[in-house]
């Protein structure tokens, strides 16, 4: 299940705290791909610009067969607003998962 009360950065990627220190951190929207409401659900995202904010965000929610929606700046005045109600996080789907077949 995808926690969307943490903040999330580049999966695999090592960052030291001074580098980070200057990473923003994104609210990007994201949405079931089929869904009922155009509502979003947020997560928050540590990146260098909007661009990298959507490419982490993507991969992160890949394996749910969600979509992102829209990308928020920190200080703009809908940052972390939470409009409408919208459908509840998917489970991963079964197709995502890699099954290892060898036995050790």
């Known amino acids: 299940m995808l926690d969307l009360n943490t903040t999330f950065s580049a999966p695999g990627s090592i960052t030291t705290p001074y580098m980070r220190s200057f990473m923003s951190t994104f609210c990007v929207g994201i949405r079931n791909r089929l869904a ?26 890949k394996p749910y067969d969600m979509i992102v929606k829209s ?9 972390g607003l939470d409009e409408g109600d919208p459908d509840p996080l998917p489970t991963t789907t079964r197709t995502t998962f890699h099954v290892n077949t060898k036995e050790f």
Not at 39 to 60: D, R
Not at 71 to 79: L, N, S
């Open 36 to 61: 009922n409401s155009s509502s979003v659900h947020n997560m928050y995202v540590k990146a260098f610009s909007s661009e990298e904010a959507i490419g982490i965000a993507s991969l992160l929610i």
């Open 71 to 79: 990308v928020v700046a920190p200080g703009d005045e809908i940052y």
